[in-house]
Structure formats: structure tokens, C-alpha cells
């Protein structure tokens, strides 16, 4: 059984750094892409980008670009999101999802709320 | 960038119903890579129907998709209580991928 296990709620300040995770099992984890997702409270889904584990090839939406950093450790079967300095914008739930090789996106993760408030 | 459309915003229907829900893209979505999406409250979107038209697994066959090009459609022939939910689609034939703003489906 494919499993998407996320790290757990975080509560930050501005200008803080934050690096979130995603563990896959039940799966080949270096050869699916896996993507995140964000949710703002009480809308809807916007896709941030996605990795191929395998050789870290990334890809960004032009919406995220320069904003997050998305990488993957194979050796532990972890893809990562990360912020540099979080803004109170960054407020939201973000889901990882495994990916297929036509970037059909077929399982989810439980989702990481990320709280930004001074 | 495709954007996607879905209409209506919000469904009042009664269970045993039929739901019509609609996703009307920017441009023509290639190789018809849409995926429709439920999501309840509190919980990860679930897959229902991707390639426009192939059931996840698992998924009722209650639920069904067609469409082609830009417009898309997703059915549900009855619904039951358990499909209350806002439903979102989603291209997947071009980066970046896109969703589309949802349609809430809500008991009448």
C-alpha cells in the first residue's frame, strides 16, 4: 500500500525558516515524481512544484518559483519543502503527492498545516 | 498557464439525485490529462476519475467523467450522503498544473 506520511503541524514567526517532509512507502519512492500542493484556509488546491527523487530533476509553478525550495533525500525515501523566510501569506495547508510518470497525481499525503503569526 | 473554470461554485441537491458538475479550460488540456478530486472536510483530496473518463480504484461507478478538449464534466448518477464534498478538477498535460476553484456540492 502506497503511503505519503507528512511531519506534523508547525507554528512560526516571520521571517522564519521551516523545512517540512514527506515519507513514501509502498512504492519505488526514486521513481515517481512527488509534488506539493498548498491550501489557503478555506480555498481551493494550487499546485507548487514537483521532483523526480531519482536524479532531483525539479520543476516549479512560476507562482513558487523563488518562493520555496523542493528537494528529496532517496536514501530515506523524503522529499522536502522549505522556506527561507516564511510571511504570514504562507499560512495554509500543504499536501505532498506522488506523482506518476504522466504527472497524474495518485496519492496524497495527510497534509502539514503551517501556521505564520507573530 | 490553462486555467480551469468549474461551475457551478455551489450544488443544493438531495441525496438520490443526480449531480452534474462542470470544468471548462483556458486552453485544450493535452492528451485529455484531467483528474477530478473529492474533498471533504479536514481531510487530502481523493482521486475519483483521471484521463477525463477512467475510474480511480475503488471509486463507485456512480460517479463518471467525460468530456474532451475543454470541457469536462463529471456525474453522479445518485448521490449518496457520503458525497457531500467540494470536488475540484485538475489538468495534468501541461506545467504548470493547474486546478480549477471547485464546485461544493451541499445537501438541499
Redesign the interface.
Known amino acids: 500500500e502506497v503511503q505519503l506520511v507528512q511531519s506534523g503541524a508547525e507554528v512560526k514567526k516571520p521571517g522564519e525558516s521551516l523545512k517540512i517532509s514527506c515519507k513514501g512507502s509502498g512504492y519505488r519512492f526514486s521513481s515517481d515524481w512527488v509534488?506539493w500542493v498548498r491550501q489557503m484556509p478555506g480555498k481551493?488546491?494550487?499546485?507548487m512544484g514537483?521532483i523526480y527523487p531519482g536524479d532531483s530533476d525539479t520543476?516549479?509553478?512560476?507562482?513558487f518559483q523563488g518562493q520555496v525550495t523542493i528537494s528529496a533525500d532517496k536514501s530515506i525515501s523524503t522529499a522536502y519543502l522549505q522556506w527561507s523566510s516564511l510571511k504570514a501569506s504562507d499560512t495554509a495547508m500543504y499536501?505532498c503527492a506522488k506523482?506518476d510518470s504522466?504527472?497524474?497525481?495518485?496519492d496524497?499525503?495527510?497534509?502539514t498545516l503551517v501556521t505564520v503569526s507573530s | 498557464?490553462i486555467v480551469l473554470t468549474q461551475s457551478p461554485g455551489t450544488l443544493s441537491l438531495s441525496p438520490g439525485e443526480r449531480a452534474t458538475l462542470s470544468c471548462r479550460a483556458s486552453q485544450s488540456v493535452s492528451?485529455n490529462?484531467l483528474?477530478w478530486?473529492q474533498q471533504k472536510p479536514g481531510q487530502?483530496?481523493?482521486?475519483l476519475i483521471?484521463?477525463a473518463s477512467s475510474r480511480?480504484t475503488g471509486i463507485p461507478d456512480r460517479f463518471s467523467g467525460s468530456g474532451s478538449g475543454t470541457d469536462f464534466t463529471l456525474t453522479i448518477s445518485r448521490l449518496e450522503p457520503e458525497d457531500f464534498a467540494v470536488y475540484?478538477c485538475?489538468q495534468?498535460g501541461s506545467?504548470?498544473?493547474?486546478?480549477?476553484?471547485?464546485t461544493k456540492v451541499e445537501i438541499k
Open positions: 509534488g481551493g488546491l494550487e499546485w514537483i520543476r516549479y509553478s512560476p507562482s499536501y506523482h504522466s504527472w497524474r497525481i495518485d496524497w499525503g495527510q497534509g | 498557464e492528451n490529462y483528474s478530486y487530502a483530496p481523493r482521486l483521471y484521463a480511480a475540484f485538475q495534468y506545467s504548470p498544473l493547474t486546478f480549477g476553484g471547485g
